[in-house]
């Protein structure tokens, strides 16, 4: 079994100040516009950016805290790069976390860039079957004239089909169903957003919290829905990702 080797304190001390200047630096291109970077303090450009930016709210105090310690940090050096209070390395971590995640956050692209199966509204119910046997997705954006219309999902067409029993069994051509009359009665379909290549993973987690529960997040180059997509997110690939 491996361990991790704990950090000697210097090293604690330069991965805490590296951490929170480039938080600091970030903060400054945030909040102080123009050529005084200085105009506010630390504390208030925190407070100044968490109520501008929804991901930053929840660790604001703790940044908040973490400019009282670095201040501590600086005024306690008593030469020879000795210190008299110093951050433990849980601290450091958390504070490395959050620099990596609100401060040089991952896009979308390229983690989930990736071909997506979709649909024509004049394909036939015959066709989504055999798509979800041959690769087991769940959810399928349908278009109709280049414009998407709905996402099909594979409870939506086991409603429909559930509705067409009769004596247990289902008597119909399944050539002849076209995917927009299966659509129409799919209750999710409108469960869908769409987001740029650009946009921030952590954004797309926040979409997936929210009220209105989501089936999918649809990655197109600028999050026009007429836009062909290059990856589609379900909750479970962000899940994966906590």
């Not at 219309?149 to 051509?173: E, M, P, Q, Y």
């Not at 979409?207 to 089936?215: D, H, I, N, R, V």
Request: hydrophobic fraction near 40%; charged fraction near 30%; glycine fraction near 6%.
């Amino acid at each position: 079994m491996c361990y991790a080797v704990p950090m000697t304190e210097a090293e604690r001390v330069e991965r805490f100040e590296t951490a929170y200047n480039r938080i600091d630096h970030a903060l400054a291109d945030m909040v102080d516009s123009g050529g005084n970077r200085r105009r506010h303090s630390y504390a208030a450009r925190v407070r100044i950016a968490a109520e501008r930016q929804r991901r930053l709210a929840k660790h604001a105090d703790f940044l908040v805290e973490i400019g009282e310690l670095r201040n501590a940090l600086v005024h306690s050096r008593t030469g020879d790069d000795e210190y008299i209070a110093v951050p433990n390395e849980k601290t450091v971590l958390e504070l490395e976390e959050i620099e990596r995640r609100l401060f040089s956050p991952e896009k979308v692209v390229p983690r989930f860039e990736r071909a997506v199966d979709s649909l024509q509204a004049n394909q036939t119910l015959a066709d989504v079957l055999a798509l979800i046997r041959e690769d087991g997705y769940s959810r399928y954006p349908v278009y109709e004239n280049g414009g998407f219309i709905g996402l099909l999902t594979s409870n939506g067409v086991a409603r429909w089909l559930a509705s067409h029993v009769r004596n247990g069994k289902i008597d119909l051509d399944l050539a002849s169903v076209r995917i927009v009359d299966v659509l129409a009665k799919d209750h999710r379909r409108e469960a869908v957003a769409f987001v740029s290549r650009e946009a921030l993973v952590d954004d797309v987690d926040v979409m997936f919290s929210g009220k209105a529960k989501l089936e999918a997040v649809i990655i197109t180059p600028s999050g026009k829905p007429h836009e062909n997509p290059i990856g589609m997110i379900c909750a479970p690939d962000i899940a994966a990702l906590r």
